[in-house]
């Protein structure tokens, strides 16, 4: 069993009039086996949180903690972060040219599981991972992210996810510029990854579409860099029916 916690998050990044205060104040615990689901109007602070947890340079932790399993993640270097557990899929993942999907696969599950993996056992665990996701294998010789499509962008996250194996998972729109099929695809890669791992999962998202393929535990509201309200997949069900006016005071167009 692992636990995430985070205690009174502040974060601040540095803008052209100055510092500006973007988290104000997180409290959130997500447990091994657990699927929180993040949900709020753009703006809000969800990807900040995000790449907090991740360690993102951008982004100055003013105070607060995040713990796993009762260490300060905020701490460690990045790298230290997923050695101990920690992984974030990206909202907008980044080309890698020259650098191939297998050479990168490797060199990830090296660093995060401490040794190289034996390449007879690597090959047919990347082989397996990309099938489930239905991964051509032609892409494992292809630079990471180059040329591809959103969906593949996507399904090539939640690859790094199923290989590197970590405790707890961020998942920062992961939704974000998949059609349906890809949606599917994807969700069921996250599904699978946790029925096989007791992984906890920390599902950012806008709208409510992914939640009907990955079930959510608990939903939590975030407005203004906070958690404004907390409650089950009931509370998924009421965003996508009156969107986040109650919480905002203002219209907001509703999950989709």
Do not use: C
């Not at 920690?86 to 080309?95: G, I, K």
């Not at 535990?217 to 109650?246: C, I, M, Q, T, W």
Request: aromatic share 6%; no cysteine.
């Amino acid at each position: 069993m692992s636990t995430l916690e985070i205690r009174d998050l502040h974060v601040e990044v540095e803008t052209e009039s100055g510092p500006k205060e973007i988290l104000r104040g997180v409290d959130l615990t997500v447990n091994s086996n657990e699927t929180h689901a993040i949900m709020g109007p753009n703006g809000s602070g969800k990807s900040t949180l995000a790449y907090s947890i991740a360690g993102h340079p951008k982004y100055q932790v003013t105070s607060g903690q995040v713990l796993l399993d009762g260490e300060d993640v905020l701490e460690m270097a990045v790298d230290e972060r997923a050695r101990a557990g920690l992984f974030l899929a990206m909202q907008y993942p980044v080309e890698v040219p020259g650098v191939s999907m297998s050479n990168f696969l490797r060199s990830a599950a090296t660093a995060t599981r401490g040794e190289a993996p034996k390449v007879r056992h690597w090959v047919k665990e990347v082989k397996g991972a990309m099938s489930d996701l239905e991964i051509d294998p032609a892409f494992a010789e292809r630079s990471v992210n180059e040329g591809f499509s959103g969906g593949e962008k996507k399904r090539h996250e939640v690859l790094q996810m199923a290989l590197l194996k970590p405790k707890i998972a961020v998942l920062d729109e992961t939704d974000s510029g998949l059609d349906v099929d890809a949606l599917r695809v994807v969700s069921k890669g996250v599904n699978d990854y946790k029925a096989a791992s007791d992984v906890g999962i920390l599902l950012i998202t806008h709208y409510t579409r992914i939640l009907r393929y990955i079930a959510p535990d608990k939903v939590h509201v975030f407005v203004n860099g906070r958690v404004a309200e907390s409650g089950g997949p009931e509370l998924a069900e009421e965003l996508e029916e009156n969107g986040y006016e109650r919480f905002t005071g203002s219209k907001e167009e509703q999950p989709a």
